[in-house]
């Protein structure tokens, strides 16, 4: 082979390699672990697939609070809100790796510098689950069309879920403590624990533009640990508990839907 016969022949041979190299890179793009694409909403989205079997968790910290989340190492992504205010946040993915000792997988700090920080409570995250797709958004969309403000909207949907959906007494033992509500499952059964209902009315809120809270904490009505719901209406967050009014109906207790912020404590809110 001549020297001219050569040159023509390298020169194909890294063009294909380049090629090669350019197709390989569209196909196998990876996310980044701790993505904050949708920053300027407060959210973080993580994304990491495990070669293990091990348990990981999302800690969330800002200060002094720390909020730890369940999180799948399947591949798929999670989001999470960043609902403490505006500030420093860290954000880590653990893995489990003995008893109850966690090692960093992933780690970043992020500013949170917020215009408006009731966006963060529109967001669809991991227990506040929306998109247009799920029958119980289409559902919500069709119940509340006619709705022509958010107290109607807010009266609509309490009014329904009041009405038409069960307390499922015999899901309590069968729970664990990662446990994450599915609203098209609650929608579809029309019936849960006081978690599923927080995240059905919140994510139907939400995907109306109604800044929605699930709140987890204590209540003077309810015997243990109770999730409940905030909305804002009219520039003020007020509380409304479609789990207790659900279970009140038939009785002799007076039912009002806002209810009285001196009987909750809230420990964490979403």
């Given at each position: 082979?001549n020297?001219k016969?050569?040159?023509?022949?390298?020169?194909?041979?890294?063009?294909?390699?380049?090629?090669?190299?350019?197709?390989?890179?569209?196909?196998?793009?990876v996310?980044?672990t701790?993505?904050?694409?949708?920053l300027?909403?407060?959210?973080?989205?993580?994304?990491?697939?495990?070669?293990?079997a091990?348990?990981?968790?999302?800690?969330?910290?800002?200060?002094?609070?720390?909020?730890?989340?369940?999180?799948?190492?399947d591949?798929?992504?999670?989001?999470?809100?960043?609902?403490?205010?505006?500030?420093?946040y860290?954000?880590?993915?653990?893995?489990?790796?003995?008893?109850?000792?966690?090692?960093?997988?992933?780690?970043?700090t992020?500013?949170?510098?917020?215009?408006?920080?009731?966006?963060?409570?529109?967001?669809?995250?991991?227990?506040?689950?929306?998109?247009?797709?799920?029958?119980?958004?289409?559902?919500?969309?069709?119940?509340?069309e006619?709705?022509?403000?958010?107290?109607?909207?807010?009266?609509?949907?309490?009014?329904?879920l009041?009405?038409?959906?069960?307390?499922?007494?015999?899901?309590?033992?069968?729970?664990?403590?990662?446990?994450?509500?599915?609203?098209?499952?609650?929608?579809?059964?029309?019936?849960?624990?006081?978690?599923?209902?927080?995240?059905?009315?919140?994510?139907?809120?939400?995907?109306?533009?109604?800044?929605t809270?699930?709140?987890?904490?204590?209540?003077?009505?309810?015997?243990?640990y109770?999730?409940w719901?905030?909305?804002?209406?009219?520039?003020?967050?007020?509380?409304?508990?479609?789990?207790?009014?659900?279970?009140?109906?038939?009785?002799?207790?007076?039912?009002?839907?806002?209810?009285?912020?001196?009987?909750?404590?809230?420990?964490?809110?979403y």
């Amino acid at each position: 082979m001549n020297k001219k016969m050569r040159l023509i022949f390298c020169m194909l041979v890294v063009f294909a390699t380049l090629s090669a190299s350019s197709s390989f890179g569209v196909t196998k793009e990876v996310k980044e672990t701790i993505d904050v694409t949708n920053l300027s909403k407060g959210v973080i989205d993580v994304t990491y697939k495990a070669a293990d079997a091990l348990k990981y968790k999302v800690l969330i910290s800002k200060g002094e609070s720390k909020i730890a989340y369940p999180f799948a190492s399947d591949g798929s992504t999670t989001s999470y809100p960043l609902q403490l205010g505006n500030g420093t946040y860290k954000v880590g993915l653990l893995k489990n790796v003995s008893g109850t000792k966690y090692v960093y997988v992933a780690q970043k700090t992020i500013e949170l510098e917020l215009k408006d920080p009731n966006i963060v409570f529109l967001n669809s995250i991991q227990n506040v689950k929306w998109d247009e797709e799920l029958k119980a958004i289409e559902f919500g969309k069709d119940l509340l069309e006619k709705s022509t403000t958010d107290n109607k909207r807010l009266q609509v949907l309490y009014g329904y879920l009041v009405k038409n959906m069960k307390y499922d007494y015999d899901k309590i033992p069968t729970l664990t403590s990662d446990y994450i509500p599915s609203v098209e499952k609650t929608y579809e059964d029309l019936k849960g624990i006081c978690y599923d209902y927080s995240a059905l009315f919140a994510s139907i809120e939400r995907s109306h533009g109604i800044p929605t809270k699930l709140v987890k904490g204590y209540s003077k009505y309810v015997n243990g640990y109770h999730a409940w719901n905030e909305i804002l209406i009219d520039g003020k967050w007020v509380i409304v508990d479609n789990t207790v009014d659900s279970t009140w109906k038939g009785s002799s207790s007076s039912v009002t839907m806002i209810k009285n912020a001196k009987y909750y404590t809230k420990v964490n809110e979403y």
